[in-house]
């Protein structure tokens, strides 16, 4: 497959969030010459070599995939060696170095799931659910700084309801950031964008999620909880832990409303046992 410019490019992401700006760029007819992801990790109690979702996406379209340890002289190497004339980069994972982002003629374009400069780091999806009123799309040409790079193009996505599920926000948000993309990369080869300066003052920052970042307190806020419930329905699910006799059980709420301003657990998933209705789990208790 060759890309719709006959342009040589290379594609680095790793998350569904990836796949999903893959899909609309394929869509167009902009197919990378190579994916770039993360090693295969262990995951699940078995500790199985798991790809990633963009391998597996890679693998189905006839893709060539690029896995690098570190970005060595072997790296280096292997990415010149294919004439590459830009990257784009959407939830790689990792750190990319100012020596590889240099290594195309046009750089390296970043699909980067907020309204920049507001929320740069690795979390920008579930702390706009946490903090915010919306969010949206930039693209950026990435520097040797995180999120910091002149922004190209930048929209505004609008949701049905706030706050939305995670998987649902990062679902619109790579649909729209791939549309973004398909617009802007051809008028980017011929050099009529200019990228403008982020307004770096206003600069906020989103943090790494951590496991128990996901626990409630059901006597707090119904919107805060509501918030924590939707952001982290991914991961580390929100949860918190139900007195049940002498034990606490650890329940991750799946889904949940607000109804009369008092929150409403809908689907929970009870240590040990299968999602199920929340009425359902208090009548199993009580028998």
């Known amino acids: ?21 893959l899909d609309e760029l394929r869509s167009a007819g ?18 199985i070599l798991t790809p ?18 570190k970005w060595d002289e072997d790296a280096v190497s292997k990415l010149s060696d294919y004439s590459f004339r830009f990257f784009v980069v959407a939830s790689y994972g990792k750190i990319i170095p100012r020596h590889i982002l240099d290594i195309p003629k046009h750089g390296a374009l970043n699909v980067h799931p907020s309204l920049l400069p507001t ?24 520097d040797k700084e995180m999120d910091h790079g002149p922004i190209i193009a930048q929209e505004k996505v ?14 619109k948000l790579g649909m729209v950031g791939g549309q973004i993309l398909v617009n802007v990369i051809p008028d980017w080869l011929l050099g009529k964008i200019k990228g403008i300066e982020q307004n770096h ?5 989103c943090k790494k999620i951590e496991k128990e970042d996901g626990k409630i307190n059901l006597a707090d806020s119904p919107e805060v ?21 002498k034990r606490e059980i650890r329940v991750i709420i799946k889904r949940a409303h607000i109804e009369n301003g008092a929150l409403i657990l809908d689907r929970v998933l009870p240590e040990g046992k299968k999602e199920m209705g929340y009425k359902d789990f208090l009548r199993g208790l009580r028998n």
Do not use: C
């Open 158 to 171: 609008l949701v049905d309801e706030w706050p939305p599920y995670t998987k649902d926000l990062e679902n």
């Open 119 to 142: 929320l740069r780091g690795p979390s920008p999806i579930e702390s706009a659910i946490l903090k915010e009123s919306g969010t949206g799309v930039t693209i950026i040409k990435l």
């Open 201 to 205: 003052s206003l600069a906020t920052f």
């Open 52 to 69: 990633s979702d963009t391998k597996i996406w890679a693998e189905k379209n006839g893709i060539p995939v690029f896995q690098p340890e």
């Open 1 to 21: 497959m060759s890309s719709k410019n006959n342009s040589s490019w290379a594609f680095f992401g790793t998350s569904l969030f990836s796949v999903t700006i």
């Open 30 to 47: 902009f197919v990378p010459n190579l994916l770039v992801t993360v090693p295969d990790k262990p995951k699940g109690r078995k500790l």
């Open 225 to 245: 909880n509501l918030r924590k419930i939707r952001a982290y329905h991914i991961w580390p699910g929100a949860f918190y832990l139900h007195q049940s006799g």
